[in-house]
């Protein structure tokens, strides 16, 4: 009898926000054998990422839109159950770029890495030490080339890239660092970490002046998770030679490409010679191993806290996305699917 796993795929191209009819539970069979290179992992956790919604329509992205019927993104924590890879074997577990399945069947090429340690929970290898937490060191450390004295500003501060980035900038020195994040309970949160002030984003009538009283002497590095507005909004606000680090486009994701909202405050890279940079954390890839050393390191002597919203169940995949564009729920969105191994 074949054998299958139960997936969540793409049942209809998103418009805007997306709703349970987006998505679709459905069971698909896997190979009776593998073929060479590949691996069959069975899924530990796996994760809800605001950067999924990209692909969920079509439009430009730095990965192609995902088609109905193909599995939806995320990131998994998974045990090796099967291997046609010499680099893998049954009972191992793994961090790997897989989606909301049961099963991942890795095909032998793209995002994979040994866990190599169990110092702290396994979910953190797709959360503070897998793709939100790399975004954040290296967003900081090499496109921002982070240095002590920064006033560092910090969008989206509650989510795991944005607290992550808020507290490698204070352990590199920062002089201030300002969260913007909605909700007491993310403030009290972000301040508990260490960030120097919250400003609540939907509780003010004036972001500008809100985000000028937070650091009145500006801000050296703008961590952008959410977009353009925002971004707009604290160019004014920028010191000579500041850096912006263009993350992700949170409040713009679910908006048509040609609908979000524009930069006008572009003549400020004039006047304080400033940076905009973007990036795709993968093409640090290589940097890993060393960067998940010191920022364990960093978590196992208290310096980062970890905040995370776990969910049982893969079916309530579609939910605990959902949620990240107008939940209260923060930290990252970890689902558990399956047991951990003893
Ligand atoms: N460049 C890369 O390689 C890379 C890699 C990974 C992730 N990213 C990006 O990094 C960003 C943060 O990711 P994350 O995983 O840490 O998720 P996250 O920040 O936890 O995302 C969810 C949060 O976004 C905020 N949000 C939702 N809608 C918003 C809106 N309309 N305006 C402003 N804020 C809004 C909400 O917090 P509030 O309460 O603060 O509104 C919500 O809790 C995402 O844009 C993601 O795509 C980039």
Redesign the pocket.
């Known amino acids: 009898m074949a054998r299958s796993t139960r997936r969540i795929v793409l049942a209809a191209p998103a418009r805007g926000l997306p709703t349970a009819e987006t998505f679709r539970l459905e069971s698909a069979d896997l190979p009776d054998t593998l073929a060479p290179g590949q691996v069959l992992t069975r899924t530990i956790y796996c994760s809800a990422?605001?950067?999924t919604r990209a692909r969920l329509s079509d439009g430009p992205s730095y990965a192609p839109p995902l088609r109905a019927g193909d599995t939806i993104d995320g990131f998994c924590v998974g045990e090796v159950i099967e291997s046609a890879n010499e680099k893998f074997a049954p009972g191992e577990v793994v961090a790997l770029g897989g989606g909301w399945a049961e099963h991942v069947l890795f095909p032998g090429r793209g995002y994979i890495q040994k866990i190599p340690h169990r110092r702290v929970p396994l979910s953190y290898w797709i959360g503070v030490l897998g793709?939100?937490g790399m975004?954040a060191w290296f967003g900081l450390k090499r496109v921002a080339a982070i240095k002590p004295g920064d006033r560092v500003l910090v969008?989206?501060?509650?989510?795991?890239?944005?607290a992550t980035a808020g507290q490698i900038a204070k352990a590199s020195g920062a002089t201030r660092v300002v969260g913007?994040?909605?909700?007491a309970d993310?403030a009290a949160w972000l301040r508990e970490a260490g960030f120097d002030d919250v400003v609540d984003?939907?509780a003010v009538s004036d972001l500008g002046a809100a985000l000028r009283a937070a650091s009145p002497d500006g801000h050296d590095i703008l961590f952008d998770?959410?977009g353009n507005a925002?971004i707009d909004a604290v160019l004014p606000l920028m010191r000579m030679g500041g850096r912006v680090v263009v993350?992700?486009?949170?409040?713009d994701y679910n908006t048509p490409y040609d609908q979000a909202p524009a930069l006008h405050n572009t003549r400020y890279f004039i006047a304080s010679r400033l940076r905009m940079e973007?990036?795709?954390?993968?093409d640090d890839l290589r940097a890993f191993p060393a960067a998940q050393e010191e920022l364990c390191g960093m978590i196992e002597a208290g310096a980062v806290k970890v905040r995370e919203h776990k969910y049982q169940g893969l079916k309530v995949a579609p939910g605990a996305f959902i949620d990240?564009?107008q939940?209260s729920a923060?930290g990252?969105r970890i689902i558990q699917v399956g047991e951990e191994p003893r």
């Open positions: 990422d605001p950067g793709v939100p975004t969008t989206s501060a509650a989510g795991p890239v944005g913007v994040a909605s909700g993310k984003y939907k998770n959410v925002m993350s992700g486009q949170t409040a973007g990036l795709v954390v993968f990240l564009f939940g923060f990252r």
